[in-house]
């Protein structure tokens, strides 16, 4: 997913951090040593890289022969010449006809029912809220809230992990095998420009206070919440995924920030032109019918 901005991810790590405090002075922190990677965690299909998507298919262009324009003016906003023309009605093919719903009591929709879950496996669901905090003189580390199956109370713990790397990915293959999904909203938080977000916001914000982590695999340490095993086990999965596709994550998120840059000069270079519009629109007095609205630029 994409970082939020400075200013917002600021807010948001302020008050992440005073929630794990908070939670942390009623729980005792609890150290889940680190577990060798396991060999099932793995990406599915590609990362995002950066690499531009294939140019998608022309539009078919939207021509009105000047027979059938009734009337026309035109209007420039913006540097660009938008043309409103009434044109004459168009026949449109006959609305599509809604298939009639299911009757879920159905013996033969329930037999078809069956079929579709045996034969998809059941998706774990992992909802997690990240703040990655940098820093000149000390590791990486980030504050991490979960919520397995995006359900109860959530959990937060200290890692030694980017979750930033944790991106460009939807679903993946867990510690136990099974098919899991990660929706992740992450931030950035630069510690050795905390003077300057102070003085941004007028009040003073507190460092967080991070444990120390041992070097080596990712691992992580449990500040708030009380942990189900399940949830432990989605965060170590977490884990297991970031130390088994490490290299393959780097490489994905230097290769977005390097496109960002192209991109960014791109623009500088070559900023987008407006371009003129014209819009086509006929009327229906019959009762019940209603006009369209057919657009097209050049």
Known sequence: MKALPLVFAAVMATAVTAGSQEASSTAPEVVVPAAPP?????????????????????????????????????????????????????????????????????????????????????????????????????????????????????????????????????TFVGSSGETASLMMMWSVMYLDNLNKLQERFGRKIERPKIPDLPPGPATFVVAGGTPTPQTLASIQTLHDLYNNEFSRLLAASEGRQRASLLREAELKAHPPQPKDIVLSYWRIDTPGQAGAVQGGGK
């Open 38 to 170: 396991a060999a099932t965690a793995h990406l599915l299909g590609n990362l995002h890289d950066g690499t531009p998507p294939p140019p998608s298919r022309p539009k078919p262009e939207f021509v009105v022969p000047r027979k059938d324009v009734l009337a026309t003016t035109t209007h420039q906003q913006g540097g660009r010449t938008i043309t409103i023309q009434e044109i004459k009605p168009i026949a449109l093919p006959p609305p599509p006809q809604l298939a009639p719903p299911l009757d879920l009591n159905d013996p033969i929709v329930k037999a078809r029912i069956a079929r579709f879950r045996a034969a998809r496996p059941h998706m774990a669901f992992i909802l997690v809220g990240a703040t990655v905090y940098h820093s000149k003189d000390a590791p990486t580390r980030t504050l991490v809230r979960a919520w397995p199956q995006a359900q109860g109370v959530p959990v937060t713990v200290w890692s030694s992990a980017d979750f930033a790397l944790l991106s460009g990915f939807s």
